[in-house]
Nanobody
Framework: QLQASGGGLVQAGGSLRLSCAASGSIESIIAMGWYRQPPGKLRELVASIRREDSGGSTRYLDSVKGRFTISSDNARNTVYLQMNSLKPEDTAIYYC????????????????WGQGTLVTVSS
């Protein structure tokens, strides 16, 4: 239900834009975001954005602040991650995440995950 795109190979200092569209029977979204998993490391939150009716706030990993920008198109249930001034340490598989309520199974915040898109930054 989550289709991510936009990864690829880029030189250090370059830019990439990731997109992730949520489809299917999604009635409401609490938040959307991006995680990444560098080689040999744990998955970490890169950026997230809450829906306006959930506060509309954004969060960023400290190391990407000022370089990455998350945004969303609520009408299309799509989230974007604009990545500028990329560094080799940004190399990772990037995963799209959408948080939805699943009150039918008693879960207030349920995570949906995309398939992952590889971002490689060469030095």
């Amino acid at each position: 239900q989550l289709q991510a795109s936009g990864g690829g190979l880029v030189q250090a200092g370059g830019s990439l834009r990731l997109s992730c569209a949520a489809s299917g029977s999604i009635e409401s979204i609490i938040a959307m975001g991006w995680y990444r998993q560098p080689p040999g490391k744990l998955r970490e939150l890169v950026a997230s954005i809450r829906r306006e009716d959930s506060g509309g706030s954004t969060r960023y990993l400290d190391s990407v602040k000022g370089r990455f920008t998350i945004s969303s198109d609520n009408a299309r249930n799509t989230v974007y991650l604009q990545m500028n001034s990329l560094k080799p340490e940004d190399t990772a598989i990037y995963y799209c995440n959408v948080v939805i309520p699943r009150l039918d199974i008693g879960v207030v915040a349920y995570d949906l995950w995309g398939q992952g898109t590889l971002v490689t930054v060469s030095s």
